[in-house]
């Protein structure tokens, strides 16, 4: 579990551009909306990897085949 200071006021959830991370966020936003005052999802643009698979958030930041 993650330990956040009370006197965060926002939270930015960035999960990866798939359905586990649409999951995950789902039920972060659902824990963390009752703690704190506002919680927003960003998700990334999706992309592709060469090997045909969902780039991850972090292939995403990294440019890690994805034409960045």
Known sequence: ???????????VLC????PAGAKAAAKAKQVYSSLFRKVITKYPKVAMLPNGKLADLNDILMGVGVGV
């Open 15 to 18: 999960p990866d551009p798939d």
């Open 1 to 11: 579990a993650i330990k956040i200071p009370r006197y965060v006021e926002k939270i």
